[in-house]
């Protein structure tokens, strides 16, 4: 009895839980928000942003946020309503990132842009942008099921990028290294929202999930999507390559999440324990 009172002890010495109205995440993350009971479907409110809300069982349910991966650490509040009506106010704190540094060398015409390649760039990149708030009918489904492609991930999410030895935009996303011509697998149904050849992303998928949710599959060796598609699950959606500006054959998987920069790997079903 002695002996099971001292391992007791140690346990609760060594585990402080969280409160069940608190919530912790890492810049990227996307976490599961829990409201116990409602009569009615509530709203979830956090960043000044609607998310997405599911039903459970016996009047609870169950919502999902996002965190940009340079959303400032701090706490922010969670706010679940009914109309106007407060039903209650949760706690996120947001921690900072461990991301680490990615330095790779291009022939100098992917790191340095002439007038005419540089207007194309942008126009490239407000079209993508363009499809992270087109609206995509679907249900609430908030868990991608396995990773796009079988591979070793070479650049992690975040990861402040070099190239040639300056300074760019962190990593938006995962980069999955395989052998040319490896299968692209869907992780999750969605509407094919673009389908285009770009100048640094080489060949490029966009696909809306509904909800606020879209992926991104880039410097693909080829594709025969069509926009417009709605394709399943597992569905084969194009091949690995290395077109656009890459040192290799590998899958660059981003997913924007209302619009926030979210870590591909931290909606797993394997992360989230939720379907």
């Known amino acids: 009895m002695k002996r099971f009172t001292y391992l ?26 829990e409201l116990n009971h409602s009569n009615q479907k509530p709203s979830l409110y956090c960043f000044g942003k609607s998310w997405p809300v599911k039903a459970l069982a016996n009047g609870a349910w169950r919502g999902w946020v996002g965190v940009d991966m340079k959303k400032k650490p701090k706490h922010y509040n969670i706010h679940w309503k009914q109309g106007k009506k407060s039903l209650s106010t949760d706690t996120l704190l947001v921690n900072k990132g461990n991301f680490r540094i990615s330095r790779i060398t291009v022939k100098k015409s992917m790191a340095v842009f002439n007038k005419k390649t540089l207007h194309r760039i942008r126009q490239e990149v407000k079209t993508l942008k363009a499809t992270y708030i087109e609206p995509v009918k679907a249900k609430v489904n908030i868990v991608m099921h396995f990773l796009p492609v079988k591979g070793i991930e070479s650049t992690p999410f975040g990861a402040q990028r070099y190239v040639n ?52 599959y880039s410097h693909m060796q080829s594709t025969t999507l069509k926009k417009g598609e709605w394709i399943k699950t597992g569905s084969e959606i194009g091949k690995v390559g290395e077109t656009g500006r890459a040192t290799g054959p590998h899958l660059h998987w981003g997913v924007r999440f209302n619009n926030a920069r979210v870590n591909p790997s931290s909606m797993l079903q394997s992360k989230q324990h939720h379907s």
């Open 8 to 33: 007791f002890t140690l346990f609760m010495l060594c585990y402080t839980p969280l409160h069940a109205s608190e919530y912790s995440a890492t810049q990227g993350d996307v976490i599961a928000i």
């Open 165 to 216: 030895g300056e300074p760019r935009a962190p990593h938006s996303g995962i980069d999955i290294a395989a052998p040319a011509g490896s299968s692209i697998r869907l992780p999750l149904a969605g509407t094919v929202l673009m389908v285009t050849d770009m100048y640094l992303n080489g060949k490029t998928v966009a696909i809306g999930h509904g909800n606020g949710l879209v992926s991104l």
